[in-house]
């Protein structure tokens, strides 16, 4: 099965400076991958996707990049807010069982006021 | 409904003990899936129903893990005899059900076994 590795499991940034968490995984076949927020006790909520047609996707301030050669890919936040703190997830799947996600571990970004 | 709903929201249960939990998806979304997620960990996927046909229950993790969706609509996820490693949050999502689609999920039942 898939298995999908995501780093750093806990990253601090000062307000206004750029984030970035990095997963890699390992099924070739998986060609959709969403990535999601998570703040305590609160459902995951998507909050960007990438399929693997595309290398890169912007949506204001967040963007992910994907390498599919490298088997890898990159949730890109920039400007951040304190509101951005939480635990964001990558997740990767194939498109023929769309809902069966395999998530990474999850990195609990803080960002500092 | 506006969301996907779920119930109850926290549940604690002594070992031993037999629990339900409840997913209502939105309205209409032919797709649902049920995953667990431990303390600091990322969601891990149960199972899956397309209407009530249950296509995939490979995640389940023991016979003691039961989940239906009879009308294609409502799902329960039955867990007997409960263990302490059982202790998890369990995540209801669901999609139209068309490749493409966007998966969402619900805010999840708290079930702590003691």
């Known amino acids: 099965g898939e298995n999908v590795e995501q780093h750093p499991s806990t990253l601090s940034v000062q307000e206004g400076d750029s984030a970035v968490i990095k997963c890699t995984y390992s099924?070739?076949?998986?060609?959709?991958f969403p990535w999601y927020k998570q703040e305590l006790g609160k459902r995951p909520q998507l909050i960007i996707d990438i399929r693997s047609n595309v290398g890169e996707k912007k949506d204001q301030r967040i963007a992910v990049t994907l390498n599919k050669t490298a088997k890898h890919f990159s949730l890109h936040i920039t400007e951040t807010q304190p509101e951005d703190s939480a635990v964001y997830f990558c997740?990767?799947?194939?498109?023929?069982?769309?809902?069966?996600?395999?998530f990474g571990r999850g990195t609990q970004l803080t960002v500092w006021p | 409904g506006a969301g996907v709903s779920q119930s109850p929201r926290y549940k604690v249960a002594k070992r031993g003990q037999d629990v339900a939990l409840r997913c209502d998806p939105i309205?209409?979304?032919?797709?649902l899936f049920w995953y667990q997620q431990a303390l600091g960990q990322g969601p891990e996927f149960l199972t899956y129903?397309?209407?009530?046909?249950?296509?995939?229950k490979s995640g389940l993790p023991s016979d003691r893990f039961f989940a239906e969706r009879p009308e294609g609509s409502v799902s329960t996820l039955k867990i007997q005899r409960t263990q302490q490693e059982d202790s998890a949050v369990y995540l209801c999502?669901?999609?139209?059900?068309?490749?493409?689609?966007?998966?969402?999920f619900g805010e999840g039942s708290w079930l702590t076994v003691v």
């Open positions: 309205s209409g979304h032919v797709s």
């Open positions: 999502a669901s999609c139209p059900g068309h490749s493409g689609n966007t998966i969402y």
């Open positions: 997740a990767a799947s194939r498109g023929s069982t769309l809902g069966r996600l395999y």
């Open positions: 129903f397309q209407n009530e046909a249950q296509l995939d």
């Open positions: 099924d070739s076949a998986s060609n959709y």
